[in-house]
């Protein structure tokens, strides 16, 4: 109970009350037992000063100096205060603290002194302040003294400050030291009644982390008679409950788990807490995580996706069988999945089953299937309209005009290339994916391929005055590939970097080997591509450019070609490139 932070904030809690209390009742006591003495110096000065006024009124009319002196100087003695006889019009007669008048007679007017004033003006005053002759802090009653109405003279008297603070002090010595009591012992009265609250709750707390270890056989005893105990009798009741409930699960768990680890479609079972029991190797395959660490969390963060965890609440909670589909980002592509959660029966409902079809190819195909769609359309529309135009065009009437029907008929042709050349791309890219392709696969020297590959298209590049090079040339090297289809794939790269380098500029092209694989790489001068298209150049009918590229009459499909011929012939391609500096196309093969 010790390390219970409940307990010791509820203990401090009190002691800061109590303390609080404590404080507010020793100052307020302090300040009105120091105003109290106060008070009883006011009445000790008033009733001294009245003594000195009856004493020394006589002596103060007749003048009589020496005697006045001598009996102030007495009086002072003898009561331990300080008493001053001040005339009407401000002088001082005598001083207790004078040794003689002519100390006296040294001493400053005193008209100007607020207990003087206040004397005069209402008979009495009282004052705290620091006394100009003594240059020590006193406390002043002055007294009017009157013959037959009329004022004579002041009787004051004074005492220090110090004693009065002294006393003071005393005083609330004693009183705080009464506060300090009181403070402790209601500290040690609120420990012990907080304790006796917090061992329940403690010992409850310890049951349910015993549960939540796994050890559901724990029980509790707390002897109050109150709520407390209402809920230790609850919790074993429960804890009792969910014993018996997971045993059942628990007896048919190892019958399951060869059924349920042997299907392709994803299973999870959760508890009432929507904790995970079980989990086979489909669900941990597509949810990211492995079945045997997953059992005992919950199944939010195991799976990490609040629709499925929200989906098995609300069957928990509805005892229906709920039906979603979620999707998760995965390392390099999206999975989705169709999941079935069903509740298990019984009251309350133990727990959940939840069934996953895994349905991230079928996306992926209907994905592609759109795509392919789509951009077949578009990019057969887009030549067979401009054939329709210059065929109507020509119709009605261009065809007279010799040389106009001659253009038309050119931009007719240059179209119908242009279709022709799109189909037979995709029909080669068909035959690549299906296997229907096939390939003479051996060894063909990169030198020769590379060799005929410039030879076809110098013409196009000089042209643009884009000088093609081999630099620097490299031992012969043998790939295993198909002539032709190595021949096609260098076709594409350099067709693609003479379109897209501007006049002037330069293509290399660079080979070399290692142990296994052979390096084969076309660098342009050319426009580059920006890094959030690289990614997706081999992608069919991907431009990064639309427009640019159907004026330079590309089809689309070039880029994919590679790549499909390449990973026909067991390679790779890459590309790297840097915008206005121009693009890497690599090519990885295996040596013959």
């Known amino acids: 109970m010790l390390f219970s932070r409940l307990f010791w904030k509820l203990v401090l809690a009190c002691a800061g009350l109590n303390l609080a209390a404590a404080v507010i009742f020793g100052i307020i006591v302090s300040g009105w037992q120091e105003a109290q003495i106060i008070e009883q110096v006011d009445e000790r000065l008033h009733d001294a000063a009245l003594l000195a006024r009856g004493q020394l009124a006589d002596l103060m009319q007749a003048g009589r100096s020496d005697e006045l002196q001598s009996k102030v100087r007495q009086l002072g003695e003898e009561t331990g205060l300080r008493f001053t006889l001040v005339a009407t019009d401000g002088s001082v007669l005598a001083d207790s603290e004078k040794e003689s008048l002519a100390a006296v007679a040294t001493m400053q007017n005193h008209r100007d002194r607020p207990e003087i004033i206040h004397a005069l003006a209402r008979g009495e005053g009282v004052a705290q302040r620091t006394s100009a002759t003594l240059n020590k802090p006193y406390h002043y009653f002055a007294l009017r003294a009157e013959d037959d109405g009329r004022p004579v003279g002041i009787v004051r008297a004074a005492v220090t400050t110090a004693s009065i603070q002294a006393q003071a002090r005393a005083v609330r010595r004693i009183i705080w030291g009464l506060a300090g009591l009181v403070f402790l012992c209601v500290f040690v009265l609120s420990y012990w009644l907080v304790g006796h609250i917090i061992y329940p709750v403690a010992t409850l707390t310890e049951a349910a982390e015993a549960i939540a270890d796994g050890d559901y056989t724990h029980r509790i005893y707390v002897p109050n008679r109150d709520e407390l105990g209402m809920l230790a009798s609850s919790f074993n009741r429960m804890s009792q409950e969910l014993d018996a409930r997971l045993t059942q699960l628990s007896q048919s768990h190892d019958r399951q788990a060869t059924v349920l680890g042997g299907m392709i479609e994803g299973v999870i079972a959760v508890d009432h807490r929507q904790r995970v029991v079980f989990a086979n190797t489909a669900a941990g395959r597509l949810f990211g995580f492995r079945p045997p660490a997953a059992e005992g969390r919950t199944l939010l963060e195991v799976v990490r996706n609040h629709e499925l965890d929200h989906a098995v609440s609300m069957a928990i909670s509805t005892r229906q069988p709920q039906r979603l589909e979620t999707f998760r980002e995965g390392a390099e592509k999206q999975l989705s999945a169709i999941v079935q959660?069903?509740?298990?029966?019984?009251?309350?409902?133990?727990?959940?089953?939840?069934?996953?079809?895994?349905?991230?190819?079928?996306?992926?195909?209907?994905?592609?299937?759109?795509?392919?769609?789509?951009?077949?359309?578009?990019?057969?529309?887009?030549?067979?309209?401009?054939?329709?135009?210059?065929?109507?065009?020509?119709?009605?009437?261009?065809?007279?005009?010799?040389?106009?029907?001659?253009?038309?008929?050119?931009?007719?042709?240059?179209?119908?290339?242009?279709l022709h050349h799109l189909i037979l791309d995709m029909l080669m890219l068909a035959r690549i994916e299906s296997d229907q392709q096939g390939f003479d696969i051996g060894a063909v020297s990169v030198a020769e391929a590379v060799a005929q590959c410039l030879e076809g298209h110098r013409p196009a590049a000089e042209a643009k005055h884009i000088s093609l090079s081999i630099v620097p040339a490299q031992p012969e090297c043998f790939v295993r590939a198909d002539k032709e289809g190595l021949r096609e794939i260098l076709d594409n790269l350099v067709d693609n970097a003479i379109k897209y380098t501007p006049a002037g500029g330069q293509i290399t092209i660079r080979w070399s080997a290692d142990q296994v694989l052979a390096r084969i790489e076309v660098e342009d001068t050319g426009i580059g591509i920006q890094a959030d298209h690289l990614s997706r150049v081999f992608e069919r009918f991907y431009r990064v450019d639309r427009a640019r590229s159907r004026k330079l009459g590309g089809t689309g499909l070039g880029l994919s070609i590679v790549k499909h011929l390449a990973q026909s012939f067991g390679g790779s391609v890459a590309v790297s490139s840097e915008t206005g500096r121009g693009s890497t196309f690599t090519v990885h093969l295996l040596l013959a």
């Open 341 to 418: 959660a069903t509740p298990l029966p019984g009251d309350p409902c133990p727990g959940v089953v939840l069934v996953m079809h895994d349905t991230t190819e079928l996306r992926r195909l209907e994905s592609l299937r759109r795509d392919f769609v789509a951009n077949v359309s578009h990019e057969l529309k887009t030549p067979l309209t401009s054939i329709k135009a210059y065929a109507e065009t020509l119709r009605r009437g261009a065809m007279d005009d010799r040389e106009a029907a001659v253009q038309f008929l050119a931009r007719i042709e240059e179209q119908a290339d242009r």
